[in-house]
């Protein structure tokens, strides 16, 4: 009795003492996720190089927050646009396709390991029609920004658009979100589930084009122990998912970052403090009526 008291004592207090990450490694990730990504868009690296770097990156994540389990019963999400839920979800959650994904590897097409969440924008200027408001994109998970874009330019070929990657402290993994307007965070921020991190938009090759309507791109990879990842069909857990109306509620929610505190304000001591944007939240009503919200054609 009194060994296994001992066991779990070790197990709980003793465990997340053992990261060994540095500052100097915890950084490598923060300033080099984004240039990796360039350099598989760019092909600066061969797929076996990048993948290489990514598990290096990503053992260094693992490392720093040791508590970040994957457990797919577990999950809980808060959905990813601001009052909508699971409905507005493309093709009732049939335009996920990983099927010849490889993140390493830009030559390789034909996948989508992703959903696409739309809105209703008819004139295509990225505010909801039934409010005249740009939709909020809020965080589904606690986690880190490990990259962004915020310079797309009409005209540019980059699909992806204005994007965020964040690392998810509470099941470990990756979230992806492209295409969005603007981006409210910076790499190397803290975010909590509900935490408004960008608006809706229409940038990336394909989603400015007339064609395409208005969505949020977003993608789960989860990380196995030798750092590879995989993408995983996240529909079970957005129908689960809390919808938010207003972000500042958003430390209602359940999980949050209670997990390595200590560690994770001394890590991002020399990381500048970002002001939240001051923007106010007006209610909107969610989604009413059982019609999912149609995608007229898989984007990407
Ligand atoms: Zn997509």
Redesign the pocket.
Same mark, same amino acid.
């Given at each position: 009795m009194v060994k296994i008291f001992v066991f779990c004592f070790n197990f709980l207090f003793l465990q997340k003492d053992t990261s060994s990450v540095t500052h100097k490694e915890y950084l490598s990730v923060i300033n080099g996720y984004k240039q990796l990504l360039v350099d598989i868009r760019e092909y600066k690296l061969s797929p076996h190089q990048a993948r290489e770097k990514f598990q290096e990156m990503m053992f260094i994540m693992k490392e720093a927050y040791p508590s970040a389990r994957y457990d797919s019963a577990q999950v809980q999400l808060c959905f990813p646009l601001m009052g909508f839920d699971f409905r507005a979800v493309g093709g009732n959650g049939s335009?996920y396709i990983p099927r010849g994904y490889d993140l390493f590897d830009q030559a390789k097409k034909g996948s =989508?390991p992703?959903h696409?969440i739309f809105m209703k924008d008819k004139n295509q200027d990225s505010r909801d029609d039934r409010t005249g408001d740009y939709v909020p994109v809020l965080s589904t998970t606690d986690g880190i920004v490990i990259a962004i874009e915020n310079g797309w330019q009409t005209g540019s070929e980059y699909r992806g658009g204005n994007y965020i990657w964040i690392y998810d402290i509470t099941n470990g993994g990756l979230w992806y979100y492209a295409h969005q307007r603007e981006i409210y965070v910076k790499t190397g921020q803290i975010v909590r589930a509900g935490q408004k991190i960008a608006l809706v938009g229409r940038t990336g090759f394909n989603a400015a084009m007339p064609r395409s309507d208005t969505h949020l =791109?977003m993608t789960f990879l989860r990380i196995d122990d030798d750092g590879n990842p995989f993408p995983v069909n996240t529909f079970g857990w957005l129908k689960q998912a809390t919808t938010l109306l207003d972000p500042r509620i958003a430390i209602d929610l359940e999980p949050i970052a209670t997990a390595r505190k200590v560690e994770i304000q001394k890590i991002v001591k020399s990381i500048p403090a970002i002001k939240e944007p001051k923007i106010a939240f007006k209610h909107i009503k969610p989604i009413t009526g059982d019609e999912p919200v149609k995608s007229r054609r898989r984007?990407?």
């Open positions: 335009g =989508h992703a696409d =791109h984007l990407r």
